[in-house]
């Protein structure tokens, strides 16, 4: 059964600082792995989706990894701003499109 | 391109009642997940529809949860009767195809007194 955490559950940065947000998954034969930005009572919007063949994706100063032998995929934010604070969520992804999500790590980005 | 909706957006029921919820996936989209989310947690999956057949629904308490999905498009989430651990916020996602990338809804709010 595969497991996702998220550590830590809680980050608070300055404005402008480079960050980098963890997920690790138990179960390495994940088909892709897919990380989501949720604001208060909103519902989760996708940021990026990496196949299990890929070792990374970039959008815009998101950029994603993913090291399936190890278990981990982590979500770096360049030049963090205030307007990106909110919940952000990992989940792992089997062949058959279920997902297993992680409880999400809550960043506060301060002016 | 529209996004999923889903109505109502919050809902309050007293412990025993019925409640029902409704979601619209995005035009084209063949998969269809109803999840729940429990405040400080991530998403659970409930169920998980390929156009109008289930895929799986390993984690839907079936003595009290159902869900359909008409003609393969809108799909709706019923509780019978709701307890007070269902309050929670279920969302309900679709995708091209079972290994896509999921486009979530807004959410529907469910308060059990």
């Known amino acids: 059964k595969q497991e996702v955490t998220q550590i830590p559950a809680a980050l608070s940065v300055p404005e402008g600082e480079n960050l980098v947000l963890n997920c690790s998954f138990t179960?390495?034969?994940?088909?892709?792995l897919q990380w989501f930005r949720q604001d208060p009572g909103k519902g989760l919007t996708s940021l990026l989706l990496?196949?299990?063949?890929?070792r990374e994706q970039t959008s815009g100063r998101l950029n994603a990894s993913l090291d399936k032998s190890s278990g981990r995929s982590t979500l770096y934010i360049a030049a963090s701003q205030p307007g990106d604070s909110a919940t952000y969520l990992c989940a792992g992804n089997t062949n058959a499109g279920k997902s297993t999500f992680g409880d999400g790590t809550t960043l506060t980005v301060k002016p | 391109e529209a996004g999923v909706a889903q109505s109502p957006r919050y809902k309050i029921i007293e412990k025993r009642q019925s409640v029902a919820f409704w979601c619209n996936p995005i035009?084209?989209?063949?998969?269809l997940y109803w999840y729940q989310q429990i405040l400080g947690q991530g998403p659970k999956l409930l169920i998980q529809f390929q156009n109008n057949g289930v895929v799986d629904d390993s984690q839907l308490p079936k003595d009290r949860f159902s869900a359909e999905r008409l003609k393969g498009v809108d799909s709706t989430l019923k509780i019978q009767p709701a307890k007070l651990e269902d309050s929670a916020v279920y969302l309900c996602a679709s995708s091209l195809e079972r290994v896509s990338e999921q486009y979530f809804g807004p959410g529907t709010r469910l308060t059990v007194t």
């Open positions: 035009s084209g989209h063949a998969t």
């Open positions: 990496i196949q299990s063949s890929q």
């Open positions: 179960d390495s034969a994940i088909y892709n």
